[in-house]
């Protein structure tokens, strides 16, 4: 029935509404005529919660007065605690009180989804949590409206966790890598094929050099669609012999360069770049600010850069400047 689409379509935009609101800022729009308003922000956000209980548990006849009433108390909090990125005012307008909804609900909650997924993976250390809940809150919701046979999107819930930062790694299984790659910030990165074996690390993978033990490291972005390659792929790996595990500064090599010893060596792939167009991975440096085989994890940073030439003329863009956080599990067979 169309009061069961509009719960679900509203119910990522609420919870990001609650988050937003509390982080207060003055009221900039039109003075509203609400004399008699007379509560505090927190009464106000509580108002709103309470609303969309009762908003989940209406029934078709009792549906346009609770839709009514939690729009009410959305413009109270707008009123009283202030919108100042209009995030409160974008759920009033997505909601639908009397007239049909057109739009699939499935269809509307995966666009809800995508954006979240936007928000998410430009987070900073200041936004992380916030943007977080609203990722799973939406992605909780996707699984109402859409389904979800292969239990993808909620191993994709299980890995954020907690949503908080202090709270990622140093657990068996985990893998979490951020990356700014030329400006774009990613925050969600793990191996393409985590959703499917849940392990951390490669050992001594395909793609390893044969002169050493080697730890792989790699983030992909779009690890939840592990057997499709998109044109905003993302995946970095980086490749640790034994003789580098431990803590320390390093240089970090390209895949391609002649190497004498083993040394440590990354690669990194995008496919958004013309044909005509080659790209060009320079040294960098890693830094490993902690391995320990007792916790079993493995923590650090890294930077690198790489250049676009054009291969008709030989011109070439950039350097363009790769830098990331790694926090993995040290999960392998090997460290028994």
Not at 74 to 84: A, E, N, P, R, S
Request: glycine share 6%; aromatic share 12%; proline share 2%.
């Amino acid at each position: 029935m169309k009061f069961y689409k509009t719960i679900l379509s509203i119910t990522v935009f609420l919870f990001t509404a609650l988050i937003t609101s509390c982080n207060i800022e003055p009221f900039e729009g039109d003075i509203l005529d609400d004399s008699n308003l007379s509560i505090t922000c927190d009464e106000a956000i509580q108002n709103t919660a309470d609303a969309i209980t009762n908003l989940s548990k209406a029934t078709e006849s009792n549906y346009v007065e609770k839709c009514n009433a939690y729009k009410k108390a959305l413009q109270d909090q707008i009123f009283v605690c202030g919108d100042t990125d209009e995030t409160i005012q974008m759920v009033i307008n997505s909601l639908d009180c009397g007239e049909d909804n057109q739009q699939n609900d499935c269809e509307s909650i995966t666009i809800n989804v995508n954006n979240a997924k936007i928000a998410f993976d430009t987070a900073n250390d200041l936004n992380y949590a916030e943007r977080c809940v609203a990722y799973k809150t939406a992605l909780q919701s996707k699984i109402i409206a859409c389904g979800d046979t292969d239990g993808n999107i909620q191993s994709i819930i299980n890995n954020l966790g907690d949503c908080s930062i202090e709270g990622v790694g140093s657990t068996d299984g985990h893998a979490f890598m951020t990356a700014n790659i030329n400006g774009v910030q990613f925050n969600d990165l793990k191996p393409n094929s985590y959703l499917l074996f849940h392990e951390a690390i490669g050992f001594n993978g395909f793609f390893s050099r044969s002169d050493d033990d080697y730890i792989e490291l790699q983030g992909n972005n779009t690890y939840a669609t592990p057997t499709t390659i998109e044109v905003n792929t993302k995946e970095i790996n980086i490749f640790i012999p034994s003789a580098y595990w431990k803590e320390g500064t390093f240089v970090l090599y390209t895949k391609y360069e002649d190497v004498t010893n083993p040394e440590i060596y990354y690669s990194y792939l995008t496919f958004d770049i013309p044909n005509n167009i080659s790209k060009e991975d320079l040294t960098g440096e890693i830094i490993i600010n902690k391995f320990s085989l007792v916790e079993r994890v493995i923590q650090g940073t890294f930077e690198f850069e790489y250049k676009l030439v054009d291969e008709t003329d030989n011109t070439e863009q950039g350097p363009f400047t790769v830098t990331g956080t790694f926090d993995y599990s040290l999960d392998d067979e090997y460290f028994d």
